[in-house]
């Protein structure tokens, strides 16, 4: 079927980009993803599209077909990140496989540009030995750790644009494992002063800065681009228990059979929760989901759902949980609600 705005026939796609899209592009070794989570789709006129995207974008000057060379390994500690040219031609070229220590794995398909954002920020050197020659660092870390609270004021931090953060900040992220060059705030120009004083004040950074997000995809994103370093220092998170990636199947799905209902986002939702394991000084939770889905879904089959049990079962010792709806209307009526906020609030065991 045609997209609206979009050449009818794949032939005129390709006579546009002048060369052909391989039916192969993006499975060659299973299924992957692409910089916005969701799915490289298998029909070969869907994937042309996202081809002619990315055509549209790029100065006519640039040639697509062009063979670059950019096979790579990112490592920090167990965390491994792997980047391979596919055979294919076009934008869509490099196989990029996120494999973290904890048992993560995300596979995706990313263009030239964004596999060269990638490697750009890897090629960049974290100096954590050298000191500076300042009466500052003289100081004892303690008390130093306690000037960089005084000096970074509570913030909250959101994503302005998510298509401009998926092509920029999460890639770059992609190469950053560590996360320390992840942009947190232009604001906090304590943070820019030199690399000694941005690795001891990031943690306390990330410890004052609320992240409010849209959805678990965008978390999964932050989650990535902030590095161990965000992660394990992220004290306030808010995000709405649903998907785009999911929204986009099931819209699909919706105009083949005209039957839509609500359900658990599945797509993702397990590495959104293997994300949220390793927040470790979680503090606050706002979790948003669709009335609907609690409303109408039998408290046994919701508690049954794979990721939903991972999550209360796996996330505890947070001071405040908070569900609501996705208008912000309360939920505290449903007993699964109240299941859930007392597992994630009980003491680690």
């Not at 596999?115 to 003289?138: C, D, P, Q």
């Not at 409010?212 to 306030?236: H, Q, Y």
């Not at 009335?291 to 996330?315: G, N, V």
């Amino acid at each position: 079927m045609a997209k609206r705005g979009y050449p009818s026939t794949l032939s005129k796609i390709e006579e546009i980009l002048g060369y052909p899209v391989d039916s192969r592009f993006g499975s060659e070794d299973g299924e992957r993803f692409y910089s916005n989570l969701s799915r490289v789709p298998e029909d070969t006129y869907d994937k042309a599209i996202r081809e002619l995207k990315e055509h549209n974008k790029k100065p006519s000057s640039e040639s697509s077909g062009s063979v670059l060379n950019f096979d790579a390994t990112i490592a920090n500690g167990k965390d491994t990140i792997i980047i391979k040219q596919t055979r294919q031609k076009g934008y869509y070229i490099a196989a990029v496989d996120i494999n973290y220590g904890f048992g993560l794995q995300l596979p995706l398909q990313l263009s030239k540009s964004e596999a060269y954002r990638t490697l750009s920020v890897s090629k960049l050197k974290i100096n954590e030995t050298h000191t500076i020659s300042s009466k500052f660092f003289n100081l004892p870390r303690e008390i130093r750790d306690k000037i960089y609270a005084f000096a970074i004021p509570s913030g909250e931090w959101r994503i302005a644009n998510v298509e401009t953060f998926n092509e920029t900040n999460f890639v770059t992220g992609i190469g950053d494992p560590n996360g320390f060059y992840f942009p947190l705030s232009k604001a906090l120009t304590l943070l820019t002063v030199n690399k000694q004083m941005r690795q001891e004040a990031l943690p306390i950074a990330y410890r004052k800065t609320a992240f409010r997000l849209d959805d678990m995809d965008e978390f999964i994103k932050v989650a990535i681009a902030i590095g161990t370093l965000g992660r394990e220092n992220i004290e306030s998170l808010e995000f709405a228990w649903e998907s785009r990636a999911d929204a986009k199947i099931a819209s699909e799905e919706a105009s083949d059979s005209g039957d839509y209902s609500p359900k658990l986002p599945t797509l993702h939702s397990l590495r959104c929760v293997q994300l949220l394991q390793q927040c470790k000084r979680l503090k606050s939770l706002y979790l948003y989901f669709e009335r609907d889905i609690i409303s109408d879904m039998s408290p046994e089959l919701f508690k049954a759902d794979p990721t939903i049990y991972e999550l209360c079962s796996s996330i505890r010792g947070v001071n405040t949980v908070v569900i609501r709806g996705l208008n912000f209307e309360s939920l505290e009526e449903y007993e699964v609600v109240q299941w859930l906020k007392d597992n994630m609030q009980s003491p680690v065991k």
